[in-house]
């Protein structure tokens, strides 16, 4: 096979991925034309040249041979995301809502990896186009997210993900005759999630319009709100409720609903990933709801809203804020610093490290500590009640040994561009991890990322791309190996 046969699948799926992005943004075209809005022609051309170049692409590989290599699945996995992000930036270009193709690739990576970062001000006077096309751009990337960890990165076993390989595929067989069914059935789950999200936040006293935006992007655990000061814009506790639930139902693995409605209720039960999160929620959130009450910043019950809230945002990654937490005091900046990192459950649209990677490691160091207790004994460790093989082990090793590597790397390049350090490390952790608000005046929850210069831009969006796709499937690209036959 030649070196561009072997590219043309990979062509073949971008393109068509690229031409469906170009049909979803004639949906702010119609917003704005509703609205009266002259940014619908925007909207129009910049999805006309969408569809075409996606279109274009897909007409010129069709023939190519069927299924994808591992090889091949890494490339596409890169090569569609930055191709989505890079269209996906022409709106905030095109309309001047950003002053610069940088501020526009950003806001477009921000969205489409669910991180919440943004570069614009002034939400709460922008068209209604382009605040709708931020709400979509994260819901659309939270369904890729999900479809990517069940179909995609079990196949490539990076960071441990082929422990659910199996799981996903006996769950098709047994549920579903097909996994193109299950990338549907997950598909209408999530519409029928984000709708009811929708409905439940007009019952608490949101605009329709708004309603529909906060929808999309928390059950995506994206956080890009339609105003200026987040959720705290609405200073209403039914509100926060709502997020909270949803934002949680967000960071659950979705194939656990897709079991639910065939009447399987016990794995959402049973399952060893979703009550080790809701554990870790629930001490991290009356951790928060300590340091807001004695610290006299928020007291009693509206202290342990504020404190649930801000928790489950950021250890979501979705990266709403309600209240400046940077003030609780000194403990709260290395609390939230923290809790960034840990992320939700494998298969859902949380991001982070992940739950699962922390039950895999603490397992590892039990079996260790067993062994050396006990040197004649066998001991194994086990997930979901299935024992966990050593190269599962070790892929998760080395995930946390990379995470950490890139980053202290993308820390120190922050730092050395001239941002101070507060700033450098809570604006690396907040890309890698795809949470949002990071700490500190600038990039805090009451700052924003327009004043960063164009090269902490670029730094920071390669961060979200490397965070997002779960690190091994970018950096594997770099590796000369990688591109030989």
């Known amino acids: 096979m030649t070196a561009l046969s072997e590219f043309r699948p990979v062509m073949l799926v971008t393109g068509a991925l690229v031409a469906t992005l170009g049909v979803a943004m004639l949906l702010p075209a119609l917003v704005d034309l509703a609205a009266d809005n002259n940014d619908w022609m925007i909207f129009a051309s910049a999805g006309m040249v969408t569809i075409l170049f996606g279109f274009g692409l897909f007409i010129a590989n069709r023939g190519a041979p069927k299924g994808l290599s591992t090889r091949q699945a890494m490339l596409m996995t890169v090569v569609s995301w930055v191709a989505l992000v890079a269209f996906g930036a022409l709106p905030f270009h095109w309309s001047g809502i950003v002053p610069s193709y940088t501020d526009a690739f950003f806001e477009s990576m921000s ?58 595929f006996d769950t098709a067989e047994k549920i579903l005759p097909r996994a193109t069914q299950i990338s549907t059935s997950i598909t209408l789950v999530f519409i029928a999630i984000t709708g009811v999200c929708a409905i439940a936040y007009l019952a608490v006293g949101m605009a329709a319009d708004d309603a529909l935006i906060h929808a999309m992007t928390t059950v995506a655990t994206g956080g890009f709100s339609s105003k200026d000061a987040s959720i705290g814009h609405f200073a209403n506790a039914g509100v926060e409720w709502v997020a909270i639930i949803f934002m949680i139902l967000g960071s659950i693995p979705f194939i656990l609903y897709v079991q639910m409605l065939q009447g399987r209720f016990r794995p959402i ?27 006299e910043h928020h007291l009693g019950l509206d202290g342990l809203r504020y404190a649930a809230f801000n928790v489950i945002s950021i250890v979501t990654g979705t990266g709403y804020s309600s209240t400046d937490y940077g003030q609780w005091g000194a403990h709260s900046v290395a609390f939230f610093f923290i809790i960034m990192f840990v992320g939700g459950c494998a298969g859902s649209t949380s991001c982070g490290i992940k739950i699962f990677r922390f039950q895999v490691f603490f397992e590892a160091v039990r079996q260790h500590i067993a062994q050396v207790m006990y040197p004649h004994g066998v001991f194994r460790a086990h997930f979901n ?68 210069s164009d090269v902490q831009k670029w730094l920071l969006s390669a961060g979200m791309l490397l965070g997002r796709l779960e690190l091994f499937t970018v950096l594997v690209l770099l590796l000369p190996r990688f591109w030989r036959s």
């Open 385 to 452: 009640g299935k024992p966990i093989e050593q190269r599962v082990i070790a892929s998760v090793m080395s995930f946390f040994f990379l995470f950490m590597t890139s980053f202290v790397v993308l820390a120190m390049l922050l730092r050395l561009s001239g941002l101070d350090t507060i700033t450098s490390l809570s604006g690396a952790g907040t890309a890698l991890a795809n949470v949002g608000p990071g700490l500190g005046d600038i990039i805090g929850p009451a700052g924003n990322f327009q004043p960063l």
């Open 269 to 295: 039960v049973a399952d060893q990933q979703v009550k080790a999160f809701m554990g870790f929620l629930a001490v991290a959130v009356i951790a928060g709801w300590m340091m807001a009450h004695f610290g």
């Open 111 to 168: 969205g489409l990896t669910t991180t919440g970062a943004t570069v614009i001000t002034g939400l709460d006077t922008a068209p209604p186009g382009i605040l709708f096309w931020r709400g979509l751009l994260q819901w659309l990337g939270g369904l890729g997210i999900i479809v990517m960890a069940i179909a995609v990165l079990p196949m490539l076993q990076i960071g441990g993900m082929q422990l659910f390989k199996a799981e996903a």
